[in-house]
C-alpha cells in the first residue's frame, strides 16, 4: 500500500522547504528523508502522513451536511472548508480507515475505458483525472488520484505503476507502467486486459474443477459420519438389548462406530493439524513450489493446469516480447506470472542462469527447464529458426486456449461423474445396512 507524506524543513540558509512524496510505509518514508537530509542539507523538523478526516458543517437555515476529506492534519481541512465559507463545522480523524481492495471488475473497467479513450487521443492525465472521479471504490480513487499526481510531478511509469502493485497486482502494474512509455499504449492496455480476463476465467475453471467435486466429497463423509456415530447406534441397540444374532454387515458397521466414537476427536485433531501445517507449508516458497510440482500429477486435472500455466507464461512472454538480444526481464516477468511456482523456480534457477552466465541460446535453455511440453519446444525451436519467435510464443498460449477449455470441460464432467457414483456408493451402502437392521425382528416370549 503506497502513502503519500509531506514534510516540512529549513534549508543551509535558514529559508522553509516544505515537499510531498510517496512511500508504502513509515520506515520507507524515514529512508527518502535520510536521502533528502544527505542530498540537500536540510533539517527536518516535520513528517506528517496523509490522512482520512470527517467533517460536519452547520449552516444557518440548513440542515447540516458531513463529509471526508484526505489531507495531511485537520488544520488543513479547516483551511479549505473556511475558503468555502464556512465557520461552523467539526472534524475528526478516522480511526478505523480500511479501505477495501478494488475488485478485478474495477481494475478491468479502468483498463478498458483508458484505451477506449486513449484511442480518441485523450491526455492520459485527464484519462486518470476523469475515472478516479468515476469510481465508486475508495482505494482505487484514491491510487489513480495518487498515480496522476506522481505522473504530473515527472515520475517514471514504471516505477509508479509498481509501486501499486498490491493493487493492480505485478505483471498488470508492470504492462501499464510499460505503456505510459511506449507508443502504443491503447494495445498495451488492452492486451493487459485480456490476460486479466484469462487469468480470471482459469482460476474459476480450476476453482469449478477442484473446489466443488471436494465439498460434495466433504458433506458425503459428513453425512455418512454423522448416520454412523447417531443414527445408526441408536438403532443397533435392539440387538444387544434382546441379545440377537448380529448380522454381518450390521456387526462390522457397529464396530466401526464404536471405534469411531472413540477416537472421533484424535481424528479430527489431526486433520485440523495436517491442514493448518500444509497451509503453513503452502504459505513458504519452498511448499509453494513443492505444491504446484506436485499438483500437475494430479491425474485428469493435474496436466490440464500445467497446461494452463503454460498458456498464461506464453501469452505473456508475447505481450512484451521486445524481439531484442537481451529478454531476460520478459522471461523473469511472464515466469512470475504464470501462476506456478515450480514452473517459476526451475525457469529462474536454470533457465536464465543459463542465458546469462553460459550463453546457451533460448529455446535449448527453455529445455532445460524441463518444464514446458515437448509440444512446446519444437514450436519454439520452428520460431527461432525463422525468425518469428513472438508469432511461436502466440501461437502456443491461443493452442493451448484452446484445447485447456475443451479437454477441463471433459474432465469437470468425468470428475462429477465420479464424485457422484462416490455418493451414490455410500447411499447405497447407508441403505443395505438400514435394510438389513429394519428386516429383524425381536424375539417373542
Known amino acids: 500500500m503506497i502513502f503519500e507524506y509531506r514534510f516540512r524543513g529549513t534549508n543551509q540558509e535558514g529559508r522553509p522547504v516544505t515537499g510531498t512524496f510517496s512511500a508504502s510505509g513509515g520506515a520507507e518514508a524515514k529512508r527518502h528523508l535520510a536521502e533528502l537530509r544527505q542530498r540537500y542539507q536540510i533539517t527536518i523538523s516535520k513528517l506528517e502522513r496523509k490522512r482520512d478526516f470527517l467533517y460536519k458543517v452547520k449552516v444557518p437555515g440548513r440542515a447540516p451536511f458531513s463529509g471526508r476529506q484526505s489531507a495531511f492534519n485537520q488544520a488543513d481541512v479547516a483551511e479549505g472548508l473556511r475558503r468555502l465559507g464556512y465557520e461552523d463545522f467539526r472534524i475528526g480523524r478516522v480511526l478505523f480507515d480500511l479501505p477495501g481492495k478494488p475488485s478485478i471488475a474495477d481494475i478491468l473497467m479502468f483498463i478498458r475505458l483508458s484505451a477506449n479513450m486513449l484511442r480518441d487521443k485523450?491526455?492520459?492525465?485527464?484519462?486518470?483525472?476523469?475515472?478516479?472521479?468515476?469510481q465508486t471504490n475508495r482505494k482505487m480513487k484514491e491510487t489513480l488520484y495518487q498515480i496522476e499526481s506522481q505522473l504530473k510531478a515527472g515520475a517514471e511509469g514504471c516505477e509508479v505503476f509498481i509501486g501499486f502493485?498490491?493493487?493492480?497486482?505485478?505483471?498488470?502494474?508492470?504492462?501499464?507502467?510499460?505503456?505510459?512509455?511506449?507508443?502504443?499504449?491503447?494495445?498495451?492496455?488492452?492486451s493487459t486486459?485480456?490476460?486479466i480476463e484469462r487469468d480470471v476465467e482459469i482460476s474459476k475453471t480450476i476453482r469449478k474443477a477442484l473446489l466443488s467435486p471436494l465439498i460434495t466429497i466433504l458433506?458425503?463423509?459428513?453425512?455418512?459420519?454423522?448416520?454412523?456415530?447417531?443414527?445408526?447406534?441408536?438403532?443397533?441397540?435392539?440387538?444387544?438389548?434382546y441379545d440377537m444374532e448380529t448380522p454381518p454387515l450390521t456387526a462390522a458397521t457397529l464396530a466401526f462406530s464404536d471405534w469411531l466414537q472413540s477416537v472421533w476427536w484424535m481424528l479430527g485433531l489431526g486433520t485440523v493439524a495436517v491442514i493448518l501445517a500444509l497451509?503453513?507449508?503452502?504459505?513458504?516458497?519452498?511448499?509453494?513450489?513443492?505444491?504446484?510440482?506436485?499438483l500437475v500429477k494430479i491425474p485428469v486435472v493435474g496436466p490440464l493446469i500445467h497446461k494452463m500455466s503454460v498458456e498464461i507464461y506464453f501469452r505473456v512472454f508475447g505481450t512484451i516480447y521486445s524481439g531484442a538480444g537481451d529478454n531476460i526481464e520478459t522471461i523473469r516477468m511472464a515466469a512470475e506470472a504464470c501462476r506456478n511456482g515450480w514452473m517459476e523456480d526451475q525457469i529462474k534457477r536454470i533457465t536464465?542462469?543459463?542465458?546469462?552466465?553460459?550463453?546457451e541460446a533460448f529455446v535449448p535453455a527453455m529445455a532445460a527447464a524441463g518444464v514446458f511440453t515437448p509440444t512446446t519446444i519444437t514450436r519454439l525451436k520452428t520460431g527461432q529458426e525463422t525468425g518469428n519467435l513472438l508469432t511461436a510464443s502466440q501461437q502456443i498460449a491461443n493452442f493451448y486456449k484452446a484445447?485447456?477449455?475443451?479437454?477441463?470441460?471433459?474432465?469437470?464432467?468425468?470428475?462429477?461423474?465420479?464424485?457422484?457414483?462416490?455418493?451414490?456408493?455410500a447411499i447405497t451402502f447407508?441403505?443395505?445396512?438400514?435394510?438389513?437392521?429394519?428386516n429383524i425382528s425381536p424375539p417373542t416370549y
Not at 279 to 290: A, D, L
Not at 430 to 438: G, I, K, N, Q
Open 122 to 134: 485523450m491526455n492520459f492525465g485527464k484519462i486518470l483525472e476523469l475515472l478516479a472521479e468515476e
Open 165 to 190: 502493485s498490491s493493487v493492480f497486482g505485478r505483471f498488470p502494474a508492470f504492462m501499464l507502467g510499460l505503456a505510459t512509455r511506449s507508443g502504443n499504449m491503447a494495445d498495451i492496455f488492452d
Open 193 to 195: 486486459a485480456e490476460f
Open 219 to 241: 458433506a458425503t463423509l459428513a453425512a455418512f459420519a454423522y448416520y454412523v456415530l447417531e443414527i445408526f447406534p441408536a438403532t443397533a441397540t435392539l440387538f444387544t438389548k
Open 279 to 294: 497451509w503453513w507449508w503452502w504459505s513458504t516458497p519452498k511448499g509453494r513450489i513443492w505444491r504446484d510440482r506436485n
Open 352 to 359: 536464465i542462469p543459463l542465458m546469462l552466465r553460459e550463453g
Open 403 to 425: 484445447e485447456t477449455t475443451y479437454r477441463m470441460a471433459n474432465a469437470i464432467e468425468l470428475l462429477q461423474t465420479l464424485v457422484w457414483l462416490f455418493v451414490a456408493a
Open 430 to 438: 447407508l441403505t443395505l445396512v438400514s435394510a438389513e437392521v429394519a
